[in-house]
């Protein structure tokens, strides 16, 4: 009904952000666990695996934050290392996962035609197919490494990327002004790289940011199975070994959980954030 | 003259939304009487919808109805209980819009549509109200109304569904019809029909129309009365030759300076300099001032008052002050 | 209803589905030979064999022979629905699976059940009432639920309510105290079952009451639902009538496509609360290092994804007439 006489200037990102409370509380705890994983190896009086270095099942104390496990392993310690490895492969598999997205869409969508169907089709496949039970399999037949486990989330998570992609260099492609740009005699490279994924990267790391978040959660339930990294601590492993004590000791499991939790929620809520800055339409402001 | 069947007076309804309050509907007040035709005429914007909307009590947060009063066949609406509100709107007081795509839910029948507006108005059973319906369909223009009762709207084409709008607004009788737009979603060719239903059905119901349109060559064709509104207020009210013949506010004059030849039919309005005004902050004085080649100083001081020039004609403009103290009471 | 073209649809889905078991078949035969070590040990599992069974196995899948017919043999046993044998439980893949199958079903049943019931009418009702109190918790709480791992939420319920409230049983679906049949049977199997559905739906509660909510309120600011009050129709069908009913359409999209990941997420309720299900099935597999029901379960699992697929876009298509009505 009303309309506009003048048009304000455009808020800065972080404004946009700051304008989701629960966005920016995500952050803050994101950034925090990030300092307890990088810094707490150095600082804590206990190293992760000893075992014996306080008495056997002890609950939480000033000595021992989070208690102490059947083996006398400070769980604190341990969860710190754990959360290391948790977020290492998050991301790790999250970017992988993210660039082969881009690429697998952005062939498709920028060729179009018989490579576009024959992607979506192995799109649509993988899809379709349980990504934990692949996992599962294929974690189990090549061995339970950090590296394999990586690779593994990794392989299975892209296809929500390139169809993002796919959908966002279709949409582009046919628009003015890359024809302009092709007008004034641009390279298809830097039609791909000035014009279009610029476009396509807003929501792509909406949805990058969400998928570390998906992807500690399949790495924990990995190892929470026994798939996990025997040489490294790991939360799921840790849920794993509580299953058994937690009728005497809540702190094995409760702690190393909330990590977990912790961290997923936080990138939910700073997914979210990001959802308004970056996809303005998807949230209709 | 007999009592009109509705009266607004004073009719303001405000948006409150984040940027501030939008002044909608700035005192309206319009009557209409038993079997006329009235048009609300202005540019996108200025209100008449809201107005519209106000007068069935339709209106939805962030907006309210703040003063004024409607009175409606001897009811005052904005005092009635919700409960009581819904037994009139649909009935009496019925409603067509301008999309036919969007304003039929597209995973209902038509038929159904249709057959849930006459149970919610007439006691009669489901298959009583399904011969009504259809009885409405077939007056409404549409052929084989047996099968497409069936139909669910993505099957119609526009006109087809713009009838089927038509149909369940009539289905109950209205005294009052209020048509929003009727024809501005549809092709040239269809529009021209659907007016002629409106005013065909017009006449078999007895009923009055309040046509609210950006289309001045329908309101010349099938209308009696006009009122021009501009930024949330009337500004000229008067008969259809009068306002067309001799247009009194520079608005209107405006407006009707655009077009080529009488027999010409106008499709759009013609641009006037400048643009329409925010209704947070509108400006002050009379609203049209801005933009207005006839305006005084005192236009933007004070708001000139609606004044009367002759029986049924009147401005809102400074000019006329003197005419109002010379002419009719 | 036009139920020719319901039918030729729904072919049409199951058609498109074949691929897609060929390259789960494909995934299944890559894997015995891609994997390191001999084929044979794969087949085997981790279990002890004797050497005249290798010998049988070796002729009974060809493994001296070409690849492509190995590949030949390998698809035409699972067309006759011989997914191998698991030496550890001494019984044939197939009917080992299919005996679990029940439990699971029994859980992701109920659970999926309440859970989009209950999703959907919080997410009405809070469509109706946006930024109360109400919905800002609500919203919080949905966001925490499917940010937890879903077997630390069953182990801290078994915690709480099992372990030091004692108000339901640890583990399992049956008491061996308890009556084993009738009545008092279904009781038990209901008490056992409270705790691993309530964990297991909280994710799915979650996801359903965040979609239906946003849908609501965009469906609810549309065109035809001005028309429906212009008509004088009460506001609570309003709701319920019109804007739901085409509110529910994502809604009923995503709980299919959800379908795999809640089936993972079954497996990891299954071991947390020690159901005898599928999910139970595959926990003990991996420790066994048992490929052939690994292999079997992945089978078994995606052909059932598949059909939640299908099964989810026939409900699409009777809910939406746009789909099958040209």
Redesign the interface.
């Known amino acids: 009904m009303t309309t506009i006489t003048h048009i304000p200037a455009e808020p800065s990102w972080w404004r946009i952000f700051s304008r989701n409370r629960g966005s920016v509380v995500g952050a803050v705890v994101l950034v925090v666990l990030f300092a307890l994983a990088i810094v707490a190896p150095m600082l804590l009086r206990f190293e992760a695996g000893r075992i014996d270095v306080g008495p056997s099942m002890a609950p939480p104390s000033l000595v021992h934050l989070m208690g102490t496990d059947e083996l006398g392993r400070d769980v604190f310690a341990r969860a710190a290392a754990g959360l290391s490895v948790s977020l290492m492969v998050g991301f790790g598999a999250a970017t992988i996962s993210t660039f082969l997205g881009v690429v697998i869409g952005g062939l498709a969508g920028f060729f179009g035609r018989s490579i576009d169907a024959l992607l979506m089709r192995l799109t649509e496949i993988f899809q379709v197919i349980p990504r934990f039970f692949l996992a599962v399999l294929l974690v189990a037949f090549f061995g339970a490494s950090i590296f394999n486990i990586l690779i593994a989330i990794a392989v299975l998570s892209w296809p929500e990327i390139a169809r993002l992609v796919r959908g966002e260099f279709l949409s582009l492609r046919s628009r003015q002004f890359v024809d302009a740009a092709r007008v004034a005699g641009a390279a298809r490279t830097s039609l791909i790289f000035g014009e279009i994924l610029p476009n396509a990267l807003g929501p792509v790391v909406v949805n990058a940011t969400l998928m570390v978040g998906q992807a500690m959660l399949l790495e924990a339930g990995l190892s929470y199975l026994g798939l996990g990294d025997p040489t490294k601590a790991s939360l799921g492993q840790m849920l794993q070994e509580a299953q058994q004590i937690m009728r005497s000791a809540w702190w094995t499991t409760a702690f190393p959980g909330m990590f977990i939790f912790l961290a997923v929620l936080s990138l939910n809520l700073v997914g979210d954030g990001l959802t308004d800055v970056l996809n303005p339409r998807a949230r209709g402001r | 003259m007999s009592k009109p069947l509705l009266t607004a007076t004073n009719l303001v309804t405000k948006l409150f939304t984040d940027s501030g309050t939008v002044q909608a509907v700035d005192g309206v007040s319009l009557h209409i009487g038993h079997g006329e035709a009235v048009a609300l005429v202005g540019e996108s914007g200025c209100g008449k919808s809201m107005t519209a909307l106000s007068l069935m009590r339709l209106v939805r947060p962030p907006g309210q109805i703040v003063s004024g009063s409607v009175n409606f066949d001897g009811a005052d609406l904005l005092s009635l209980s919700e409960r009581e509100m819904r037994a009139v709107r649909g009935g009496r007081l019925a409603m067509v819009f301008q999309d036919p795509m969007t304003f039929l839910n597209p995973l209902m029948r038509v038929g159904e549509q249709i057959v849930e507006a006459i149970m919610l108005h007439q006691r009669v059973g489901r298959s009583e109200a399904r011969r009504t319906a259809l009885e409405a369909l077939e007056r409404v223009g549409i052929p084989a109304a047996a099968t497409v009762i069936e139909y669910f709207p993505h099957q119609l084409s526009g006109g087809m569904r713009q009838r089927v709008l038509i149909a369940m607004a009539i289905s109950s009788k209205p005294t009052l019809l209020i048509a929003d737009e009727p024809t501005t979603a549809l092709d040239v060719t269809i529009q021209a029909q659907i007016m002629r239903l409106l005013a065909k059905l017009r006449g078999e119901l007895s009923s009055s129309m309040l046509l609210i349109t950006h289309d001045l060559g329908l309101v010349a064709e099938y209308c009696d009365r006009v009122y021009v509104m501009y930024a949330g207020r009337i500004v000229e009210e008067g008969d259809v030759y009068g306002i067309f013949a001799n247009p009194r506010h520079p608005y209107t004059r405006a407006l009707l300076s655009s077009t080529l030849s009488p027999d010409r039919r106008i499709e759009k309005l013609a641009p006037i300099d400048g643009q329409p005004p925010n209704l947070i902050t509108p400006p002050p004085g009379c609203r049209f001032h801005p933009r207005c080649r006839e305006r005084m100083a005192r236009c933007s001081e004070e708001a000139p008052p609606n004044f009367d020039i002759a029986p049924g004609a009147s401005a809102r403009c400074w000019l006329y002050e003197e005419a109002a103290r010379v002419g009719a009471p | 209803m036009p139920t020719k073209s319901l039918l030729i649809y729904v072919g049409g889905r199951l058609l498109q589905a074949v ?2 078991l060929f ?2 078949i494909l ?1 299944n035969f890559a ?1 015995i030979h ?3 070590g001999d084929p044979v040990d ?1 087949l085997i599992g981790g279990a002890d064999a004797t050497p005249e069974y290798i010998e049988g196995l070796r002729r009974e899948f060809g493994l001296d022979q070409p690849l492509w017919q190995q590949f030949v043999t390998y698809i035409s046993k699972i067309v006759q629905f011989d997914l191998g044998y698991s030496l550890r439980y001494r019984e044939p893949v197939l009917s080992l699976i299919l005996g679990r199958m029940p439990a699971t079903l029994l859980l992701m049943g109920t659970a999926l059940f309440f859970s989009s019931l209950i999703g959907i009418l919080l997410g009405v009702f809070a469509a109706r009432r946006p930024y109360s109190a109400g919905d800002y918790t609500a919203t ?1 709480v949905s ?2 639920g ?4 879903v ?2 939420l069953g ?2 319920m ?2 709480i309510f099992a ?1 030091h409230l004692a108000w339901f049983p640890t583990q399992g679906m049956y008491s061996l105290r308890a009556p084993s049949q009738g009545f008092g049977r279904i009781l038990d199997v209901a008490h056992h079952l409270v705790l691993p559905a309530i964990t297991y739906s909280f994710y799915h509660l979650a996801l359903i009451y965040r979609l239906t909510r946003i849908k609501m309120q965009e469906v609810l600011a ?3 639902i ?9 506001e609570g069908r309003v709701v319920y009538r ?1 804007a739901l ?2 509110a529910i359409l994502p809604v009923v999209t995503v709980i299919g496509l959800n379908f ?2 809640m ?2 997420g079954s ?2 309720t299954e ?2 609360f020690a159901w005898p299900g599928m999910g139970r099935l ?2 003990e597999a ?2 066994a ?1 048992d ?1 052939p029901v ?2 079997g ?2 089978t078994v ?2 052909v059932m ?2 059909c939640a ?1 299908v099964i989810t876009d026939v409900v699409y298509a009777l ?4 789909v099958v ?2």
Do not use: C, E
């Open positions: 691929p897609i390259v789960i995934i894997l891609a994997a390191p794969i919080f966001l925490a499917y940010s937890m791992p077997f630390w182990q801290i078994l915690v372990l549309l065109d035809f001005t028309t429906a009050r212009a008509k004088g129709v009460a019109h009913r085409n795999g990941f089936l993972a497996v990891l071991t947390v595959l926990y991996v420790g290092r490929y690994l292999m379960l992945f699992l995606s994804v598949i697929n809910v939406d007439p746009r009505y040209r």
